[in-house]
Nanobody
Framework: QAQLVESGGGLVQPGGSLRLSCIVS????????MGWHRQAPGKQRELVAQ???????NYGDSVKGRFTISRDNAKNSVYLQMNSLKPEDTGVYYC?????????WGLGTQVTVSS
């Protein structure tokens, strides 16, 4: 069973930036699609960004042009660079390995965007 540990969340003012990191235990990290999902208060979880084993990237409409997902297979890690943050970006951000029925989730890291 993989373990995923997120870090980098915190409180930031609107317009600011944060970089989230996720380190993943287990084998064959480079073969997995990795993603970031988030859950805002009172809302359903939503996909923020994904990066495939080939490096293909997919973003939610609300973060396109502001967020960038990347991965370092040598470090079993995936990152989310978040720029131009808005209050509506507030939520718990989860790192996810795999897709569909084979997903593994981290415990999440809180991001709060507020002045």
């Amino acid at each position: 069973q993989a373990q995923l540990v997120e870090s980098g969340g915190g409180l930031v003012q609107p317009g600011g930036s944060l970089r989230l990191s996720c380190i993943v235990s287990g084998s064959f990290f480079s073969l997995y699609t990795m993603g970031w999902h988030r859950q805002a208060p009172g809302k359903q979880r939503e996909l923020v960004a994904q990066i495939g084993s080939s490096g293909y990237r997919n973003y939610g409409d609300s973060v396109k042009g502001r967020f960038t997902i990347s991965r370092d297979n040598a470090k079993n890690s995936v990152y989310l660079q978040m720029n131009s943050l808005k209050p509506e970006d507030t939520g718990v951000y989860y790192c996810v390995r795999g897709t569909g029925s084979s997903e593994s989730w981290g415990l999440g890291t809180q991001v709060t965007v507020s002045s």
